[in-house]
């Protein structure tokens, strides 16, 4: 299990990603009852099949992955000496007929529209100049606007640091992402993200006007944009958590937009981002870049268009059409 550990972490794969793992390998050797050597792919269909009936696909698939991925380890670290000791050949008991399926699956969240975005942040930030917070309640705000405005996920957005606003690369400036999310569990995935779209004023105000008020190690290396009120033994802050800012957004939705109460997520505000700069005319394949997906088909998945979007793009191909027949028209 060290070894495996040292081997995935050398692999620049995430903590919190090498945990899940040994998670899973324990899970599945208290199922089988025997060592993990011996297991063979009956154990696995037990362990898949029964011990995690119920459970979502994308926890079993995790669990699956983690099982195979250790097992691999075996295999090309370990299989001779395991072999001359015990006289058992490592196999990996995840096989195709047990492994899950992992094909792309569409979970739709369809954002809230232009008019109930502008109607939340507006009461938003009617309140945050009058609450009696104001710097947490700055903070909050400004990480919302970020994730609706350039797609930021809220794990990106609390490790950012002062240092990684680079003002001048550009028109706009831009943020590096250093730890966006990696597919495919190979750790971190870094990208550039400019500040359009009304960003680059947003982070503007709150480093200009607010950031400074946490503490004045702003401009120190490692100093954290998003700040916490919590303060280390140097008086310097630390970072907020995403658990500070779901629980931020989710009482300005209950207080400004209540009919998304429950629904509205940083996640969705990240469609929302995506939706509206579609509807705006930008490319796809530059929303793809913007956050940071692999695959444009993701991207797709983002897409969610009001009003006569499609009806108006089907009217305009008809008439073109119309237009080539000699403005005959069925």
Known sequence: MAGFVLARSAAGVEDGSIQAEIRAV????????????????DDADRFLGERCRGQSHSTVSGKAFGVSVFFEYLELRHHAEIHALTGDLVQCPIDEMNRPRDGW?????????????????????????????????????????????????????????????????????????????????????????????????????????????????????????????????????????????????????????????????PHVLRHYCASSLYRNGVDIVAIQELLGHEWVATTMGYIHVHNSHIEDSWEKASGRSAARLGGVRP
């Open 26 to 41: 324990s899970e599945f050797r208290d199922s089988m009852g025997r060592h993990l050597w011996t297991a063979r792919p």
């Open 105 to 265: 699956r569409l979970n739709i969240r369809i954002p809230p529209s232009d008019a109930e975005i502008d109607k939340f942040f507006d009461g938003w930030r009617d309140h945050v100049t009058t609450t009696r917070k104001f710097l947490p309640a700055a903070r909050n705000y400004t990480a919302a606007k970020l994730w609706s405005q350039v797609g930021l996920r809220i794990g990106e957005s609390t490790r950012l640091d002062m240092l990684d606003l680079k003002w001048e690369l550009g028109p706009l400036g831009k943020v590096h992402v250093r730890f966006g999310k990696g597919s495919r569990r190979r750790g971190p995935k870094q990208r550039i993200v400019p500040l359009i779209n009304g960003a680059r004023d947003q982070a503007v105000w709150f480093v200009e006007e607010v950031r400074g008020q946490f503490d004045d190690a702003w401009d120190q290396p490692g100093a954290p944009f998003l700040v916490s009120e919590r303060r280390a033994t140097d008086g310097s802050c630390g970072r907020v958590s995403t658990e500070t800012l779901r629980a931020a957004l989710a009482k300005a939705v209950e207080r400004h937009l209540p009919s998304w109460r429950g629904r509205l997520s």
